[in-house]
């Protein structure tokens, strides 16, 4: 089992900058990759960034590259997600996943608010 704590979301203006924080605990010695994905008002949810624990090579949805980049402490077992100029449609509370044996992301977060005001 692994779990899993974000933290770092908040309200913003447009333009501005967040960075989300996230924790595995547990079975960390299995960690494939851990991933961000965020789900908006009304819609499905949708992937935004991961990072491959071995190799730390990350992956990005085209909206929010050039914008938001996604790293990993391995020793600390922490993801971070650092998001600059965000949008209004980046509004959504963003989950933390974490994919163990690369087995699929099975492994969730409580999620984290993030709202942008315009």
């Known amino acids: 089992q692994v779990q899993l704590v974000e933290s770092g979301g908040g309200l913003v203006q447009a333009g501005d900058s967040l960075r989300l924080s996230c924790t595995a605990s547990?079975?960390?010695?299995?960690?494939?990759?851990m991933g961000w994905f965020r789900r908006a008002p009304g819609r499905e949810r949708e992937f935004v960034a991961s990072?491959?624990?071995?190799?730390?090579?990350?992956y990005a949805t085209d909206s929010v590259k050039g914008r938001f980049t996604i790293s990993g402490d391995n020793a600390k077992n922490t993801v971070y997600l650092q998001m600059n100029s965000l949008k209004p449609e980046d509004t959504a509370i963003y989950y933390c996943a974490a994919d163990v044996d690369s087995l699929g992301y099975h492994y969730w977060g409580q999620g984290t608010q993030v709202t942008v005001s315009s």
């Open positions: 990072i491959n624990r071995s190799n730390m090579r990350t």
């Open positions: 547990g079975r960390t010695f299995s960690l494939y990759r």
